[in-house]
C-alpha cells in the first residue's frame, strides 16, 4: 500500500491534458497560437496584433478618439496610450488634438495605411490558419459561439484591472 505521503508524478503532457479540460485554459492557449501564427506571417510588418486592431480601427474610422479606441480595443488608456506612443514612434499613426484639450484623434499617417493594407494578405493567412482545421462550416459555428459568450460575458474584463 502506498504511503500517503507518497505523491503520484505525471507526465507533463499528463498534468497538461488535465487543463486542456478547462474552457479558460483552451482560450488562453488558443490565443497563444493565433499570436504565434501572427508573429510568424507578419514579423516582417514589425507590428503587433494590438497594434494592427488598432491601425485597423484608425482606417475605418479617421479621427477616432483615444478614448473610443480604448473602449473599441478593450483595453484601458494607458495600455492604449502606450500602444499609440510605438505606432507614433514608427511613424504609421499621427496624434492631432481633438475639439478640447483632453481629446486625441488618432490618423494614419501615409506609411501607416501602406503598411496596414500590406499586412492585410499576411494577417487574412494568420486567421485563416487558426480555423483551418475546421470544415467551413464548422468555423462559422466557431465564430458564432465564441461572439455569444463574448457579447453574454461582455461587462467581464472589458478593461484591464486597476493596479493599487
Excluded: N
Excluded at 499613426?93 to 484639450?101: E, P
Excluded at 459555428?141 to 461582455?154: E, G, N, Q, T, Y
Aim: charged fraction near 25%; include cysteine; glycine fraction near 6%.
Amino acid at each position: 500500500m502506498p504511503d500517503a505521503h507518497e505523491h503520484r508524478h505525471l507526465s507533463a503532457e499528463d498534468l497538461a491534458a488535465l487543463l486542456l479540460e478547462r474552457p479558460g485554459v483552451l482560450v488562453r492557449r488558443l490565443h497563444q497560437i493565433h499570436s504565434a501564427m501572427f508573429a510568424e506571417e507578419c514579423a516582417i510588418f514589425g507590428v503587433t496584433p494590438v497594434q494592427y486592431s488598432l491601425l485597423s480601427l484608425v482606417a475605418a474610422s479617421p479621427g477616432l478618439d483615444q478614448g473610443g479606441a480604448a473602449a473599441a480595443l478593450r483595453l484601458d488608456r494607458f495600455t492604449t496610450a502606450d500602444v499609440i506612443k510605438r505606432l507614433v514612434a514608427a511613424r504609421l499613426l499621427r496624434v492631432a488634438a481633438g475639439v478640447d484639450r483632453r481629446t486625441r484623434r488618432l490618423q494614419l499617417t501615409p506609411d501607416g495605411a501602406e503598411v496596414l493594407a500590406a499586412m492585410q494578405p499576411s494577417a487574412g493567412r494568420a486567421h485563416d490558419r487558426l480555423v483551418e482545421p475546421l470544415p467551413p462550416r464548422e468555423r462559422a459555428a466557431l465564430l458564432r459561439m465564441l461572439k455569444r459568450l463574448v457579447d453574454r460575458h461582455a461587462a467581464l474584463g472589458a478593461t484591464a484591472p486597476k493596479v493599487r
